[in-house]
């Protein structure tokens, strides 16, 4: 199997937007690089006229450069190893290789071996979903993590005490993934499954919702996330910015969503909200 590779050059500041507005495209998975980023998606699975837009729009502000080609999929350990550093979440979380030992034992410790799977705990929404996730009762409940990538909050779920977890991904690479990561953490009531929430069906409805996807994603779903929630449930929201928060409360309103909490992170945002 074939990968488009879409190499962008850019300046920094403008980064984590392209990044964004490339997910809009159909790439889903980003690797950082000097002077930009990388961007991946299965062959020909992305909107072309999407991405020339993209480029005509930041071109008028900032200079950048698109390069595309195509790459054989494999496993991406080898360069990804060559960079990465482990992260902490509040001094009580360290995401980390295998190959890293800490310094020093933190209360939940999660070893995550991504191969072409986002989530390895670096972007800024990872953090804020499992700083959040800090601060919620997981203890005995039904977690679901849509678009689980490599299973990073699933996994936070299950060491935070949650009975039962359902994730799921549309990406094969990421279920594969995310189940070899949730064996590697012993979390065996973690069930990782391959399509859409609008594909799948769930024996349980769930006390707690993880989304950490895009705006435009959640926003489609939003009236699935709210189906699938206990009253007093909690969903749990990232992958977008402040600027959005409107937007996603708009949506969440009829279904009785109401906001708890959010939080920010180099303009990042996640929002916890709650069931009425």
């Given at each position: 199997m074939y990968y488009t590779r879409l190499q962008v050059l850019c300046d920094s500041e403008f980064s984590e937007i392209l990044q964004a507005e490339i997910?809009?495209?159909?790439?889903d998975t980003f690797m950082e690089i000097d002077n930009g980023?990388?961007?991946?998606?299965?062959q020909e699975n992305f909107?072309?006229?999407?991405?020339?837009?993209?480029?005509?729009?930041?071109?008028a502000v900032t200079p950048i450069t698109f390069y595309q080609d195509k790459i054989?999929?494999?496993?991406?350990?080898?360069?990804w190893e060559?960079?990465?550093?482990?992260?902490?979440?509040?001094?009580?979380?360290i995401i980390r290789a295998?190959?890293?030992?800490?310094?020093?034992?933190?209360?939940?410790?999660?070893?995550?071996?991504?191969?072409?799977?986002?989530?390895?705990?670096?972007h800024q929404t990872t953090h804020l979903m499992v700083k959040t996730q800090l601060e919620i009762d997981h203890k005995n409940k039904i977690v679901m993590d849509a678009g689980c990538g490599t299973a990073v909050l699933a996994i936070m779920a299950a060491k935070l005490g949650a009975k039962k977890i359902e994730a799921f991904d549309i990406d094969e690479w990421s279920v594969i993934n995310g189940q070899e990561n949730a064996e590697?953490?012993?979390?065996?009531?973690v069930t990782i499954r391959q399509g859409k929430i609008s594909d799948l069906t769930f024996e349980d409805d769930f006390d707690i919702?993880?989304?950490?996807i895009n705006k435009n994603i959640l926003l489609q779903e939003m009236h699935q996330y709210a189906a699938y929630l206990k009253p007093g449930g909690l969903l749990l929201l990232s992958g977008f910015y402040e600027k959005d928060i409107p937007d996603l409360l708009q949506s969440a309103s009829p279904y009785n969503l109401q906001r708890v909490t959010s939080h920010e992170r180099e303009s990042w945002v996640s929002l916890l909200l709650k069931r009425g």
């Amino acid at each position: 199997m074939y990968y488009t590779r879409l190499q962008v050059l850019c300046d920094s500041e403008f980064s984590e937007i392209l990044q964004a507005e490339i997910s809009e495209a159909g790439f889903d998975t980003f690797m950082e690089i000097d002077n930009g980023f990388e961007a991946y998606a299965e062959q020909e699975n992305f909107n072309k006229e999407v991405l020339q837009e993209i480029l005509q729009k930041y071109s008028a502000v900032t200079p950048i450069t698109f390069y595309q080609d195509k790459i054989e999929k494999k496993n991406w350990n080898e360069e990804w190893e060559k960079n990465y550093e482990p992260v902490i979440v509040n001094d009580f979380v360290i995401i980390r290789a295998s190959f890293h030992q800490p310094a020093k034992n933190y209360p939940y410790d999660i070893i995550i071996t991504p191969k072409m799977s986002f989530g390895t705990g670096h972007h800024q929404t990872t953090h804020l979903m499992v700083k959040t996730q800090l601060e919620i009762d997981h203890k005995n409940k039904i977690v679901m993590d849509a678009g689980c990538g490599t299973a990073v909050l699933a996994i936070m779920a299950a060491k935070l005490g949650a009975k039962k977890i359902e994730a799921f991904d549309i990406d094969e690479w990421s279920v594969i993934n995310g189940q070899e990561n949730a064996e590697i953490n012993r979390c065996d009531n973690v069930t990782i499954r391959q399509g859409k929430i609008s594909d799948l069906t769930f024996e349980d409805d769930f006390d707690i919702i993880l989304a950490n996807i895009n705006k435009n994603i959640l926003l489609q779903e939003m009236h699935q996330y709210a189906a699938y929630l206990k009253p007093g449930g909690l969903l749990l929201l990232s992958g977008f910015y402040e600027k959005d928060i409107p937007d996603l409360l708009q949506s969440a309103s009829p279904y009785n969503l109401q906001r708890v909490t959010s939080h920010e992170r180099e303009s990042w945002v996640s929002l916890l909200l709650k069931r009425g």
